[in-house]
Protein backbone atom coordinates (compact mmCIF):
# COMPACT_ATOMS: atom_id res chain seq x y z
CA UNK A 1 0.00 0.00 0.00
CA UNK A 2 1.38 3.50 -0.75
CA UNK A 3 2.73 5.65 2.07
CA UNK A 4 0.36 8.71 2.86
CA UNK A 5 0.99 11.08 5.80
CA UNK A 6 3.30 10.98 8.10
CA UNK A 7 5.93 7.72 7.14
CA UNK A 8 9.04 6.54 8.36
CA UNK A 9 10.89 6.65 4.70
CA UNK A 10 14.06 9.52 4.68
CA UNK A 11 16.47 10.47 2.08
CA UNK A 12 19.95 11.20 3.47
CA UNK A 13 22.33 13.35 0.97
CA UNK A 14 25.64 15.01 1.21
CA UNK A 15 25.74 18.30 -0.76
CA UNK A 16 27.80 20.61 -2.19
CA UNK A 17 28.89 18.61 -5.38
CA UNK A 18 28.02 19.46 -9.09
CA UNK A 19 25.62 17.57 -11.07
CA UNK A 20 27.21 15.70 -14.03
CA UNK A 21 25.56 13.39 -15.82
CA UNK A 22 22.47 12.49 -18.09
CA UNK A 23 18.74 10.72 -17.14
CA UNK A 24 15.63 9.63 -18.93
CA UNK A 25 12.60 11.25 -17.17
CA UNK A 26 9.87 9.06 -16.17
CA UNK A 27 6.25 8.87 -17.45
CA UNK A 28 3.73 11.65 -16.45
CA UNK A 29 1.70 11.25 -13.61
CA UNK A 30 -0.88 13.94 -14.10
CA UNK A 31 -1.21 12.16 -17.53
CA UNK A 32 -1.84 8.91 -16.17
CA UNK A 33 -4.27 9.34 -13.73
CA UNK A 34 -7.04 10.51 -15.22
CA UNK A 35 -6.41 8.48 -18.29
CA UNK A 36 -5.99 5.36 -15.69
CA UNK A 37 -9.72 6.84 -14.63
CA UNK A 38 -11.02 7.21 -17.98
CA UNK A 39 -10.46 3.14 -18.89
CA UNK A 40 -13.66 2.72 -16.00
CA UNK A 41 -15.75 4.86 -18.99
CA UNK A 42 -14.47 1.96 -21.74
CA UNK A 43 -15.64 -1.61 -21.90
CA UNK A 44 -13.24 -3.29 -22.70
CA UNK A 45 -9.10 -3.97 -22.42
CA UNK A 46 -6.78 -0.65 -22.32
CA UNK A 47 -3.18 -1.03 -21.99
CA UNK A 48 -0.95 1.83 -20.76
CA UNK A 49 2.90 2.43 -21.71
CA UNK A 50 5.22 4.47 -20.18
CA UNK A 51 3.10 4.73 -16.48
CA UNK A 52 5.56 6.27 -13.69
CA UNK A 53 6.37 3.30 -10.64
CA UNK A 54 5.14 5.84 -8.32
CA UNK A 55 2.63 5.40 -5.34
CA UNK A 56 -0.04 7.18 -6.84
CA UNK A 57 -0.68 5.13 -9.25
CA UNK A 58 -0.65 2.07 -7.27
CA UNK A 59 -3.14 3.98 -5.32
CA UNK A 60 -5.61 4.59 -8.85
CA UNK A 61 -4.89 0.90 -9.90
CA UNK A 62 -6.28 -0.28 -6.83
CA UNK A 63 -8.94 1.76 -7.26
CA UNK A 64 -10.40 0.44 -10.25
CA UNK A 65 -9.84 -2.56 -8.93
CA UNK A 66 -12.31 -1.85 -6.61
CA UNK A 67 -15.04 -1.10 -9.60
CA UNK A 68 -14.62 -4.59 -10.59
CA UNK A 69 -12.10 -4.11 -12.99
CA UNK A 70 -9.30 -6.50 -13.89
CA UNK A 71 -5.35 -5.06 -13.62
CA UNK A 72 -2.41 -6.31 -14.42
CA UNK A 73 0.45 -3.40 -13.75
CA UNK A 74 3.81 -4.57 -14.75
CA UNK A 75 6.73 -2.38 -14.18
CA UNK A 76 5.58 0.91 -16.75
CA UNK A 77 2.87 -1.20 -18.23
CA UNK A 78 -0.59 -1.41 -17.03
CA UNK A 79 -3.12 -3.27 -18.69
CA UNK A 80 -7.11 -2.56 -17.40
CA UNK A 81 -10.01 -4.37 -18.16
CA UNK A 82 -13.28 -2.68 -17.56
CA UNK A 83 -15.79 -5.45 -18.82
CA UNK A 84 -17.04 -6.44 -15.25
CA UNK A 85 -17.06 -3.17 -13.84
CA UNK A 86 -20.19 -2.56 -11.62
CA UNK A 87 -19.16 -1.26 -8.59
CA UNK A 88 -19.64 2.47 -8.05
CA UNK A 89 -18.97 2.81 -3.90
CA UNK A 90 -14.98 3.78 -4.18
CA UNK A 91 -12.62 2.91 -0.78
CA UNK A 92 -12.57 5.82 1.55
CA UNK A 93 -9.03 5.08 1.71
CA UNK A 94 -8.09 5.33 -1.59
CA UNK A 95 -9.98 8.40 -2.15
CA UNK A 96 -8.68 10.44 0.56
CA UNK A 97 -4.62 9.18 -0.29
CA UNK A 98 -4.63 11.53 -3.33
CA UNK A 99 -6.35 14.32 -4.83
CA UNK A 100 -6.95 12.53 -8.58
CA UNK A 101 -9.00 9.83 -7.23
CA UNK A 102 -11.73 12.56 -7.69
CA UNK A 103 -11.93 12.31 -11.53
CA UNK A 104 -12.90 9.22 -11.45
CA UNK A 105 -16.18 10.68 -10.11
CA UNK A 106 -17.04 11.74 -14.11
CA UNK A 107 -15.70 8.23 -15.08
CA UNK A 108 -18.21 6.24 -13.33
CA UNK A 109 -21.14 8.45 -13.53
CA UNK A 110 -20.64 7.57 -17.09
CA UNK A 111 -20.27 4.17 -17.03
CA UNK A 112 -22.60 2.80 -13.98
CA UNK A 113 -24.52 6.21 -13.67
CA UNK A 114 -24.32 6.42 -9.76
CA UNK A 115 -20.79 7.10 -7.45
CA UNK A 116 -20.44 7.28 -4.09
CA UNK A 117 -17.15 8.97 -2.89
CA UNK A 118 -15.94 10.68 -0.38
CA UNK A 119 -14.20 14.23 -0.62
CA UNK A 120 -10.57 13.34 -1.79
CA UNK A 121 -7.79 13.73 0.05
CA UNK A 122 -4.12 15.03 -1.34
CA UNK A 123 -1.00 17.46 -0.91
CA UNK A 124 -2.02 19.89 1.64
CA UNK A 125 -0.62 22.57 -0.51
CA UNK A 126 -4.56 24.68 0.11
CA UNK A 127 -7.91 24.89 -0.01
CA UNK A 128 -8.62 22.45 -2.24
CA UNK A 129 -12.52 22.36 -3.15
CA UNK A 130 -14.27 20.55 -5.64
CA UNK A 131 -16.99 22.74 -5.84
CA UNK A 132 -16.38 23.95 -9.93
CA UNK A 133 -16.19 19.69 -10.13
CA UNK A 134 -19.81 19.40 -8.53
CA UNK A 135 -21.55 22.26 -10.78
CA UNK A 136 -19.80 20.52 -13.99
CA UNK A 137 -21.49 17.15 -13.30
CA UNK A 138 -25.02 18.74 -12.02
CA UNK A 139 -25.31 20.89 -15.62
CA UNK A 140 -24.79 17.24 -16.97
CA UNK A 141 -27.82 16.43 -15.37
CA UNK A 142 -26.50 14.47 -12.06
CA UNK A 143 -28.46 14.46 -8.84
CA UNK A 144 -25.93 15.42 -6.23
CA UNK A 145 -26.13 14.65 -2.27
CA UNK A 146 -23.73 15.53 0.37
CA UNK A 147 -23.51 14.54 3.64
CA UNK A 148 -20.69 15.29 5.61
CA UNK A 149 -17.78 13.73 4.00
CA UNK A 150 -19.43 11.74 1.55
CA UNK A 151 -20.67 12.78 -2.07
CA UNK A 152 -23.31 11.22 -3.53
CA UNK A 153 -24.31 11.67 -7.52
CA UNK A 154 -26.76 9.94 -9.83
CA UNK A 155 -27.72 10.45 -13.39
CA UNK A 156 -30.62 8.63 -15.00
CA UNK A 157 -28.90 10.17 -18.27
CA UNK A 158 -26.19 12.86 -18.81
CA UNK A 159 -27.20 15.36 -21.56
CA UNK A 160 -24.41 17.97 -23.34
CA UNK A 161 -24.37 21.22 -21.78
CA UNK A 162 -22.35 24.46 -22.03
CA UNK A 163 -20.32 24.51 -18.56
CA UNK A 164 -19.25 27.76 -17.67
CA UNK A 165 -15.58 27.38 -15.13
CA UNK A 166 -15.30 30.08 -13.14
CA UNK A 167 -11.61 29.12 -12.88
CA UNK A 168 -9.73 26.59 -15.50
CA UNK A 169 -9.47 24.44 -12.89
CA UNK A 170 -7.84 20.84 -14.20
CA UNK A 171 -9.63 18.49 -12.36
CA UNK A 172 -13.01 19.94 -12.68
CA UNK A 173 -12.22 20.05 -16.66
CA UNK A 174 -10.68 16.19 -16.20
CA UNK A 175 -14.42 15.15 -14.55
CA UNK A 176 -16.84 16.61 -17.05
CA UNK A 177 -14.62 15.51 -20.03
CA UNK A 178 -15.19 12.41 -18.25
CA UNK A 179 -18.69 12.10 -17.77
CA UNK A 180 -20.25 14.28 -21.03
CA UNK A 181 -17.87 11.61 -23.19
CA UNK A 182 -21.11 9.42 -23.19
CA UNK A 183 -23.67 12.34 -22.29
CA UNK A 184 -26.57 12.73 -25.10
CA UNK A 185 -25.89 15.84 -26.85
CA UNK A 186 -23.37 18.47 -27.36
CA UNK A 187 -21.20 19.77 -24.24
CA UNK A 188 -19.62 22.84 -24.48
CA UNK A 189 -16.66 23.76 -21.67
CA UNK A 190 -15.71 27.29 -21.38
CA UNK A 191 -12.63 28.54 -19.97
CA UNK A 192 -11.58 25.08 -19.74
CA UNK A 193 -7.89 24.11 -18.14
CA UNK A 194 -5.12 23.70 -21.09
CA UNK A 195 -2.84 21.86 -19.59
CA UNK A 196 -0.81 19.42 -21.74
CA UNK A 197 -2.62 16.60 -19.19
CA UNK A 198 -6.00 17.88 -20.34
CA UNK A 199 -4.79 17.40 -24.31
CA UNK A 200 -3.51 13.96 -23.17
CA UNK A 201 -6.45 12.58 -21.69
CA UNK A 202 -8.72 14.22 -24.70
CA UNK A 203 -6.53 12.08 -27.40
CA UNK A 204 -6.75 9.13 -25.34
CA UNK A 205 -10.73 9.25 -25.41
CA UNK A 206 -10.59 9.86 -28.91
CA UNK A 207 -8.68 7.01 -30.02
CA UNK A 208 -11.20 4.94 -28.08
CA UNK A 209 -13.88 6.36 -30.14
CA UNK A 210 -15.56 9.53 -27.89
CA UNK A 211 -15.89 12.34 -30.14
CA UNK A 212 -13.71 16.02 -28.21
CA UNK A 213 -12.40 18.93 -30.21
CA UNK A 214 -9.91 20.21 -27.96
CA UNK A 215 -7.74 21.65 -30.42
CA UNK A 216 -6.81 24.26 -32.81
CA UNK A 217 -9.05 27.56 -32.53
CA UNK A 218 -11.47 25.70 -30.03
CA UNK A 219 -8.93 25.61 -27.32
CA UNK A 220 -7.26 28.69 -28.07
CA UNK A 221 -10.56 30.22 -26.97
CA UNK A 222 -10.76 28.09 -24.06
CA UNK A 223 -13.20 25.97 -25.29
CA UNK A 224 -13.54 22.08 -25.60
CA UNK A 225 -17.07 20.60 -27.28
CA UNK A 226 -17.62 17.07 -26.80
CA UNK A 227 -20.17 15.16 -28.84
CA UNK A 228 -21.05 12.54 -26.48
CA UNK A 229 -21.07 8.76 -28.06
CA UNK A 230 -23.03 5.58 -27.00
CA UNK A 231 -21.02 3.25 -24.17
CA UNK A 232 -21.18 0.88 -26.57
CA UNK A 233 -18.90 3.04 -28.99
CA UNK A 234 -15.84 2.95 -26.61
CA UNK A 235 -12.92 0.43 -27.48
CA UNK A 236 -10.57 -0.14 -25.69
CA UNK A 237 -6.59 0.66 -27.05
CA UNK A 238 -2.96 0.84 -26.25
CA UNK A 239 -1.46 4.23 -25.54
CA UNK A 240 2.06 5.13 -24.23
CA UNK A 241 2.19 8.35 -21.55
CA UNK A 242 3.73 11.25 -21.75
CA UNK A 243 7.03 11.94 -20.04
CA UNK A 244 6.82 14.11 -17.26
CA UNK A 245 7.12 17.89 -17.37
CA UNK A 246 7.42 18.42 -13.77
CA UNK A 247 9.97 16.10 -12.68
CA UNK A 248 12.13 17.14 -15.83
CA UNK A 249 11.31 20.72 -14.61
CA UNK A 250 12.55 19.80 -11.23
CA UNK A 251 16.10 18.44 -11.99
CA UNK A 252 16.54 21.01 -14.33
CA UNK A 253 16.17 23.08 -11.30
CA UNK A 254 18.61 21.08 -9.57
CA UNK A 255 21.42 21.32 -11.98
CA UNK A 256 20.80 25.54 -11.53
CA UNK A 257 20.70 25.39 -7.97
CA UNK A 258 23.73 22.81 -7.36
CA UNK A 259 25.60 23.69 -10.39
CA UNK A 260 26.93 21.31 -13.18
CA UNK A 261 26.01 20.13 -16.77
CA UNK A 262 22.88 17.78 -17.19
CA UNK A 263 21.30 15.95 -20.14
CA UNK A 264 17.79 14.84 -19.69
CA UNK A 265 16.34 12.33 -22.56
CA UNK A 266 12.58 11.93 -23.56
CA UNK A 267 11.84 15.46 -22.29
CA UNK A 268 8.43 17.07 -23.01
CA UNK A 269 10.35 19.83 -24.52
CA UNK A 270 7.62 21.61 -26.11
CA UNK A 271 5.81 21.75 -22.59
CA UNK A 272 8.79 23.49 -20.64
CA UNK A 273 8.65 26.86 -23.02
CA UNK A 274 8.15 29.37 -19.19
CA UNK A 275 11.00 26.83 -17.73
CA UNK A 276 13.48 27.14 -19.97
CA UNK A 277 12.54 31.06 -20.42
CA UNK A 278 12.97 31.65 -16.48
CA UNK A 279 16.15 29.06 -16.16
CA UNK A 280 17.96 30.98 -19.04
CA UNK A 281 16.76 34.53 -17.83
CA UNK A 282 18.54 33.21 -14.27
CA UNK A 283 22.04 33.17 -16.31
CA UNK A 284 22.11 28.58 -17.22
CA UNK A 285 22.62 27.70 -20.76
CA UNK A 286 19.94 25.22 -22.10
CA UNK A 287 20.67 23.31 -25.15
CA UNK A 288 17.89 21.46 -27.16
CA UNK A 289 18.39 18.27 -29.07
CA UNK A 290 14.91 18.15 -30.82
CA UNK A 291 15.24 14.97 -32.52
CA UNK A 292 16.34 12.56 -29.38
CA UNK A 293 14.03 14.80 -26.74
CA UNK A 294 16.85 15.82 -25.15
CA UNK A 295 17.58 18.63 -22.85
CA UNK A 296 21.50 19.71 -21.61
CA UNK A 297 21.60 22.51 -18.74
CA UNK A 298 24.81 23.92 -18.18
CA UNK A 299 24.64 25.93 -14.96
CA UNK A 300 28.98 24.90 -14.26
CA UNK A 301 29.46 29.10 -14.57
CA UNK A 302 28.34 30.00 -10.94
CA UNK A 303 28.86 33.68 -11.55
CA UNK A 304 26.75 34.17 -14.43
CA UNK A 305 23.63 32.66 -12.36
CA UNK A 306 21.45 35.77 -11.34
CA UNK A 307 17.61 35.61 -9.60
CA UNK A 308 15.21 37.54 -12.33
CA UNK A 309 13.37 40.39 -10.29
CA UNK A 310 9.69 38.59 -10.28
CA UNK A 311 7.94 35.89 -11.65
CA UNK A 312 4.26 34.75 -10.86
CA UNK A 313 2.84 30.99 -11.31
CA UNK A 314 -0.20 30.84 -13.27
CA UNK A 315 -2.03 28.41 -15.53
CA UNK A 316 -0.57 26.88 -18.65
CA UNK A 317 1.63 27.85 -20.71
CA UNK A 318 3.23 30.08 -18.07
CA UNK A 319 4.98 28.69 -15.00
CA UNK A 320 3.67 26.49 -13.73
CA UNK A 321 2.85 26.42 -9.77
CA UNK A 322 4.61 22.23 -9.45
CA UNK A 323 7.92 23.72 -10.07
CA UNK A 324 7.24 27.24 -7.99
CA UNK A 325 8.91 25.20 -4.49
CA UNK A 326 12.15 23.89 -6.67
CA UNK A 327 12.51 27.66 -8.00
CA UNK A 328 12.80 28.65 -4.53
CA UNK A 329 15.49 26.84 -3.63
CA UNK A 330 17.71 27.53 -7.15
CA UNK A 331 16.76 31.63 -6.07
CA UNK A 332 18.58 31.10 -2.80
CA UNK A 333 21.47 29.71 -4.41
CA UNK A 334 21.48 32.95 -6.98
CA UNK A 335 22.57 36.09 -6.91
CA UNK A 336 19.92 39.31 -6.07
CA UNK A 337 16.39 39.06 -5.09
CA UNK A 338 13.59 36.93 -6.72
CA UNK A 339 10.09 37.67 -5.86
CA UNK A 340 7.65 34.52 -6.60
CA UNK A 341 3.90 35.34 -6.49
CA UNK A 342 1.88 31.87 -6.25
CA UNK A 343 -1.53 32.62 -7.70
CA UNK A 344 -3.01 29.22 -8.09
CA UNK A 345 -3.11 27.31 -4.26
CA UNK A 346 -3.57 28.83 -0.97
CA UNK A 347 -0.58 27.22 0.74
CA UNK A 348 1.97 26.35 -1.04
CA UNK A 349 5.25 28.00 0.59
CA UNK A 350 5.13 25.37 3.19
CA UNK A 351 8.76 24.30 2.45
CA UNK A 352 10.28 27.97 3.64
CA UNK A 353 10.28 27.25 7.26
CA UNK A 354 12.34 24.49 6.37
CA UNK A 355 14.59 26.26 3.76
CA UNK A 356 14.97 29.32 6.67
CA UNK A 357 16.55 26.38 9.05
CA UNK A 358 19.19 25.49 6.44
CA UNK A 359 19.84 29.33 6.40
CA UNK A 360 17.55 30.74 3.75
CA UNK A 361 16.44 34.06 3.87
CA UNK A 362 13.25 34.34 2.68
CA UNK A 363 9.76 36.84 3.28
CA UNK A 364 6.73 35.46 3.05
CA UNK A 365 3.87 38.56 2.32
CA UNK A 366 0.53 37.16 1.79
CA UNK A 367 0.70 35.04 -1.82
CA UNK A 368 4.24 36.05 -2.31
CA UNK A 369 7.73 34.69 -1.39
CA UNK A 370 10.84 37.24 -1.62
CA UNK A 371 14.10 35.46 -1.95
CA UNK A 372 17.33 37.19 -1.08
CA UNK A 373 20.17 34.51 -2.77
CA UNK A 374 23.41 33.89 -2.28
CA UNK A 375 22.92 32.90 0.95
CA UNK A 376 24.85 29.82 2.03
CA UNK A 377 22.84 26.73 3.36
CA UNK A 378 23.63 24.15 5.75
CA UNK A 379 22.62 20.66 6.08
CA UNK A 380 19.41 20.20 8.20
CA UNK A 381 17.02 17.66 9.32
CA UNK A 382 14.24 18.52 7.12
CA UNK A 383 10.54 17.40 6.94
CA UNK A 384 8.36 16.86 3.70
CA UNK A 385 4.90 17.64 4.24
CA UNK A 386 4.14 17.10 0.51
CA UNK A 387 4.92 16.42 -2.97
CA UNK A 388 6.86 18.60 -4.52
CA UNK A 389 8.17 20.45 -1.78
CA UNK A 390 9.49 17.61 -0.17
CA UNK A 391 11.32 16.86 -4.12
CA UNK A 392 12.74 21.01 -3.42
CA UNK A 393 14.07 19.58 -0.33
CA UNK A 394 16.27 17.02 -1.78
CA UNK A 395 16.91 19.89 -3.94
CA UNK A 396 18.13 21.74 -1.04
CA UNK A 397 20.16 19.08 0.34
CA UNK A 398 21.85 18.76 -2.93
CA UNK A 399 23.41 22.69 -2.42
CA UNK A 400 24.15 22.83 1.15
CA UNK A 401 26.89 22.06 2.74
CA UNK A 402 27.14 18.61 5.05
CA UNK A 403 24.32 16.18 4.90
CA UNK A 404 20.80 16.58 5.02
CA UNK A 405 18.23 14.52 5.91
CA UNK A 406 14.95 14.83 4.10
CA UNK A 407 12.29 13.09 6.57
CA UNK A 408 8.75 11.85 5.76
CA UNK A 409 10.17 11.19 2.37
CA UNK A 410 7.17 8.51 1.04
CA UNK A 411 5.64 12.52 -0.12
CA UNK A 412 8.12 12.02 -2.60
CA UNK A 413 7.49 8.60 -3.74
CA UNK A 414 3.71 9.72 -4.85
CA UNK A 415 5.50 11.44 -7.99
CA UNK A 416 8.75 10.43 -8.50
CA UNK A 417 9.43 6.95 -9.03
CA UNK A 418 13.29 7.23 -7.92
CA UNK A 419 14.61 10.36 -6.74
CA UNK A 420 17.61 9.36 -5.06
CA UNK A 421 18.38 6.91 -8.06
CA UNK A 422 17.60 9.46 -10.67
CA UNK A 423 20.39 11.91 -8.61
CA UNK A 424 22.97 9.13 -7.86
CA UNK A 425 23.01 9.04 -11.83
CA UNK A 426 23.37 12.76 -11.58
CA UNK A 427 26.69 11.99 -9.45
CA UNK A 428 24.93 13.50 -6.39
CA UNK A 429 26.00 11.05 -3.19
CA UNK A 430 22.39 10.33 -1.60
CA UNK A 431 20.58 7.57 -0.65
CA UNK A 432 17.41 6.17 0.66
CA UNK A 433 16.70 4.99 4.21
CA UNK A 434 14.29 3.74 6.82
C1 LIG B 1 -3.83 19.45 -10.83
O1 LIG B 1 -4.45 19.57 -9.56
C2 LIG B 1 -2.53 18.72 -10.56
N1 LIG B 1 -2.81 17.40 -9.98
C3 LIG B 1 -1.68 19.53 -9.58
O2 LIG B 1 -0.44 18.85 -9.41
C4 LIG B 1 -1.41 20.91 -10.19
O3 LIG B 1 -0.71 21.69 -9.26
C5 LIG B 1 -2.75 21.60 -10.52
O4 LIG B 1 -3.53 20.74 -11.39
C6 LIG B 1 -2.55 22.94 -11.20
O5 LIG B 1 -1.83 22.76 -12.38
C7 LIG B 1 -3.10 16.37 -10.80
O6 LIG B 1 -3.17 16.54 -12.01
C8 LIG B 1 -3.34 15.04 -10.16
P1 LIG B 1 -6.94 22.67 -10.14
P2 LIG B 1 -6.00 20.06 -9.47
O7 LIG B 1 -8.28 22.06 -10.04
O8 LIG B 1 -6.79 19.48 -10.58
C9 LIG B 1 -9.05 25.63 -7.11
C10 LIG B 1 1.22 17.68 -8.22
O9 LIG B 1 2.09 18.02 -7.40
N2 LIG B 1 -10.27 24.83 -7.32
O10 LIG B 1 -6.51 23.25 -11.43
O11 LIG B 1 -6.46 19.83 -8.08
C11 LIG B 1 -8.00 24.85 -6.33
O12 LIG B 1 -8.26 24.91 -4.95
C12 LIG B 1 -0.18 18.27 -8.11
O13 LIG B 1 1.40 16.84 -9.14
C13 LIG B 1 -11.46 25.24 -6.75
O14 LIG B 1 -11.52 26.26 -6.05
O15 LIG B 1 -5.83 21.63 -9.70
C14 LIG B 1 -6.73 25.54 -6.71
O16 LIG B 1 -6.56 26.68 -5.91
C15 LIG B 1 -0.31 19.28 -6.98
N3 LIG B 1 -12.58 24.49 -6.94
C16 LIG B 1 -6.97 25.94 -8.16
O17 LIG B 1 -8.40 25.91 -8.35
C17 LIG B 1 -12.56 23.36 -7.71
O18 LIG B 1 -13.63 22.72 -7.87
C18 LIG B 1 -6.31 25.01 -9.17
O19 LIG B 1 -6.81 23.74 -8.96
C19 LIG B 1 -11.34 22.96 -8.29
C20 LIG B 1 -10.21 23.71 -8.09
Redo the contacts with the bound molecule.
Keep these: MAHFGRNSEYIRMEGKKPLDGRLQIQGS??AA?PILAACVLIPGKCVLRGCPCITDIECMCSLLKSTGAGVEHSGSQIAVDTCSVREYRLPEKYVSAM??SVVLMGAVLGRLGEVHVNYPG??V?????????LYGLEKLGAQIWIDGNHIHAYADELRGAVIDLP??????TQNIILAAATARGTTVIKNA?K?P?IIELCKFLNMAGARIDYAGTQLKAGRIVIQGVELSKLRGIEYEIISDR?VAGTYLFAALAAGGKITLENVPIRQLGSVCDTIRGMGAEIVIGEAENEMTINACDRDRITNIPYIETD?YPDF???LQSPLLVAACMAKGKLTVREK???SRFRIVEELRRMGAEIAIEGDTAIVTGGRELEGRTVIARE??GGAALVVAGLCASGITTVADSGFIRR?YQDIAGDFTKLGARISYGE
Aim: contains cysteine.
Design positions: KNLRSGCIGERPIDMHFPSVGAAEEIVPTDIFSLRG
